[in-house]
């Protein structure tokens, strides 16, 4: 079982900056985060494999940008010019394999509370 703990959310105002970080037990393949806002289903924000190829989900494609530190198990977010309709849970996630959708999604985090609000 690979744990996922999750730090870096909290209450920003539109326009600011976050950086959400994940840390695994494990080297996994892939890495990444999804999102849900109240009343909405889950949806892939960014992932990231093992050699560092990436996907973004559309809404958030030029304001978020997603790395890794192969050495740390870590995997991080920084997201920019955030908007209010970025206010969601955010979970990190993990796979064996290359996540493209939330069926790929073999490991969940707890999830970390991300606000935008002025």
């Known amino acids: 079982q690979v744990q996922l703990v999750e730090s870096g959310g909290g209450l920003v105002q539109p326009g600011g900056s976050l950086r959400l970080s994940c840390t695994t037990s494990?080297?996994?393949?892939?890495l990444g985060w999804f999102r849900q806002a109240p009343g909405m289903q889950r949806e892939l924000v960014a992932t990231?494999?093992?050699?560092?190829?990436?996907v973004y989900g559309p809404d958030v494609k030029g304001r978020v940008a997603i790395s890794r530190d192969n050495a740390k198990n870590t995997v991080y977010m920084q997201m920019d010019s955030l908007i209010d309709e970025d206010t969601a849970v955010y979970y990190c996630?993990?796979?064996?394999?290359?996540?493209?959708?939330?069926?790929?999604?073999?490991?969940w985090g707890r999830g970390t509370q991300v606000s935008v609000s002025s």
């Open positions: 996630v993990a796979s064996r394999y290359h996540i493209f959708a939330r069926a790929n999604v073999q490991y």
């Open positions: 494990g080297n996994i393949y892939s």
């Open positions: 990231i494999t093992r050699d560092n190829s990436t």
